[in-house]
């Protein structure tokens, strides 16, 4: 079976028996985002049913793993679509579905034996196959009635020589193997093998189209994340946690949990749980108690997702004034005198008093408890758009800058970053990420301000990255990727956006560690955050996990596969309940 690599650039051109147009090619494995390295059989066995009666899980894979393949023998997703013309189905495309002699379309073609062709493909009650397939190939492949079954899956974590997050997948006729040299690598190939198996309502069972079938796989970028806003409006703990069951199936690993803004603050601390009880939207419905954070960190644990807290400061902070007025700027004057500001006017606009003692010692103690319960390796302090008019309206500040700073205002917010929220997040062991604080990244305030481990976000074009990384500090992408009306308007934009820039060379490049999919909330509701992260923002996950070509779309014959096979994963994922929607004309069935 010889291996072929980069197969998300692989498509499998039709068979010669009638006349293609050249650019007509189609996927061979529905996965999203594809594995990089995947093995085709070259003596293709035909469908086999996937019903596991022995599972062998080595203690080596912890807690988690066993319930993740119970979730991919449990949870069952049908998905249909309009049968293609050309030759009928995508796998009549795909030598390695089965063997020409064995392709049917109907039961009578396979003398003894039985036709097993896709059931989403099924044209009416008599026939398995469209009317175009007597142009063709038939779009099933004859087998045995019962067909053969794969009964036994073994599952390894402790492997040398296999990346953090990497894992095989080796399907043969009796044995589903997977081996990685973590738990969250064979979580990833669970995540990849509920995608290789469909559910077939007319079989009332699992199929495993492509026997054997071997993959070998690992991401390209280990930042791969999904921000949600949950101050401009507050989003059910509910959603959440189906956004990271979903995030889990994308093989996306951070949820970056913009918890607090201006606007409110649904966060219960446990040492000041009056900034909850004042600062949000009102009543416990509103605020984000102790026990639902532990129920989201909880599920994202078991989903090998990070949780990474952001607690914006200095600005972003109006909230905390509701219930400690003695920690922000008194500058409501200029607020209310200086006209309109920024798109949500002035909330946005006062900042924290950097030097008030109980503005250091709150925002430490908040940092240091969110980051204690925190699974992630990151924690964010914000840390952008300060208004400086705010902070000079204040006699006491101006003085204090004219004095220290010789009237420099960025000098003092980068004293606040560094020596405050930074200082907080390193003090408990994580690595601190903000966005970028300046639109000059060779600012001489800041380009030593900050410990040579800190993340920055870039939100404000290539040119930031690429002067960020040729500094040799890590970057993650975000700008191109903000959705729900802020930038990203479709998913195949997120997907043809490219994560590194241009300008870099290839140990600068290193440092742009990922990119995140960014949904504020100004507006977004609950009810549109599957609509954002997933059916808009999951485009972004297979150019996270490697390198791809762009996709032209639906509207033409070589961006048809891509798109079905997204659309097929957006069907995949609402079985955890996501409101995901989908690209293209199709049906989704949870059972």
Same mark, same amino acid.
């Given at each position: 079976?010889?291996?072929?690599? $980069? ?26 985002? !594809? ?6 059989? *070259? ?31 449990? !949870?069952?997703?049908? /998905?249909?679509?309009?049968?293609? %013309? ?18 049917? *379309? ?26 175009? &397939? ?16 794969? +009964? ?22 009796? #044995?589903? $193997?997977?081996?990685?040299? +973590? ?50 409006? /507050? ?19 951070? /949820? ?23 600062? %949000? ?30 607690? =914006? ?29 920024? @798109?949500?006017?002035? @909330? ?15 925002? #430490? ?13 990151? /924690?964010?302090?914000?840390? =952008? ?8 309206? =204040? ?35 994580? &690595? ?24 920055? !976000? ?33 998913? @195949?934009?997120?997907?043809? #956006? ?6 870099? #060379? ?40 490697? =390198?791809?070509?762009? %996709? ?14 997204? $659309? ?24």
């Amino acid at each position: 079976m010889p291996l072929i690599r $980069n197969v998300l650039l692989l498509s499998l051109l039709a068979s010669a028996i009638c006349t293609f147009p050249k650019d007509v090619v189609y996927d061979a494995l529905e996965v999203w985002p !594809m594995p990089v390295n995947v093995t085709l059989p *070259s003596s293709p066995l035909g469908p086999h049913v996937f019903a596991v009666k022995k599972q062998d899980i080595d203690s080596s894979c912890g807690q988690y793993i066993s319930g993740l393949l119970t979730e991919a023998l449990t !949870m069952k997703t049908c /998905f249909t679509t309009s049968p293609r %013309s050309y030759q009928g189905s995508a796998y009549v495309a795909a030598d390695s579905y089965c063997f020409n002699s064995s392709k049917c *379309s109907k039961d009578s073609d396979c003398g003894t034996g039985k036709c097993l062709a896709p059931d989403y493909l099924k044209w009416n009650s008599t026939m398995k196959c469209p009317p175009s &397939v007597k142009y063709g190939h038939g779009c099933g492949c004859c087998t045995s009635s019962p067909p053969p079954a794969i +009964t036994n899956i073994n599952i390894v974590c402790n492997k040398v020589g296999i990346p953090e997050e990497g894992y095989t997948l080796d399907i043969d006729t009796s #044995t589903v $193997n997977i081996a990685s040299s +973590t738990p969250k690598g064979a979580a990833y190939a669970l995540a990849t093998l509920s995608q290789v198996v469909r559910w077939d309502t007319v079989q009332n069972d699992y199929i495993i189209n492509f026997v054997p079938l071997s993959i070998s796989d690992a991401p390209k970028f280990p930042y791969r994340g999904v921000m949600i806003d949950t101050s401009r409006h /507050f989003i059910e703990v509910d959603e959440i946690i189906k956004t990271i069951d979903a995030m889990y199936a994308a093989k996306m690993n951070i /949820f970056h949990w913009h918890i607090i803004d201006s606007p409110s603050f649904p966060y219960e601390s446990v040492k000041y749980p009056e900034l909850a009880r004042e600062g %949000s939207w009102g009543g416990n419905k509103t605020v984000y108690t102790q026990a639902a954070i532990a129920q989201i960190l909880a599920r994202a644990k078991s989903k090998f997702v990070e949780v990474m807290f952001e607690f =914006d400061t200095p600005a972003h902070t109006m909230a905390f004034g509701k219930s400690h007025p003695e920690v922000m700027t008194d500058c409501w004057e200029w607020m209310a005198t200086s006209g309109y500001k920024v @798109d949500v006017d002035s @909330d946005d606009c006062q900042a924290i008093n950097p030097l008030a003692p109980a503005s250091r010692t709150i925002v #430490t103690d908040l940092i240091a408890e969110a980051a204690a319960i925190s699974n992630s390796k990151y /924690f964010h302090v914000g840390g =952008d758009e300060v208004k400086y008019p705010c902070w000079d309206s =204040d006699p006491a500040i101006k003085s204090h800058v004219q004095q220290h700073y010789n009237g420099n205002y960025e000098m003092l917010q980068a004293n606040w970053t560094a020596n405050v929220s930074v200082a907080a997040a390193a003090k408990m062991g994580k &690595v601190p990420v903000l966005w970028q604080p300046t639109t000059n990244v060779n600012d001489p305030v800041w380009i030593n301000a900050l410990p040579s481990n800190t993340v920055y !976000m870039v939100w404000l074009g290539p040119a930031a990255a690429i002067g960020y990384a040729k500094q040799g500090k890590d970057v993650v992408i975000t700008s191109p990727f903000y959705v729900d009306g802020m930038g990203s308007g479709s998913w @195949d934009s997120v997907y043809n #956006t490219a994560i590194i820039p241009e300008g870099l #060379t290839a140990d600068e490049q290193k440092h742009i560690i990922g990119a995140s999919i960014c949904a504020w909330g100004e507006m977004m509701t609950t009810t549109k955050v599957g609509l954002s992260t997933m059916t808009i923002g999951a485009g972004i996950a297979e150019s996270l996990w490697a =390198d791809h070509s762009n %996709s032209p779309g639906p509207g033409s014959a070589t961006g048809l596969a891509t798109s079905e096979r997204y $659309n097929h994963f957006l069907c995949h994922i609402q079985r955890y309940g996501t409101h995901s929607g989908q690209v293209m004309g199709s049906n989704c069935q949870v059972f």
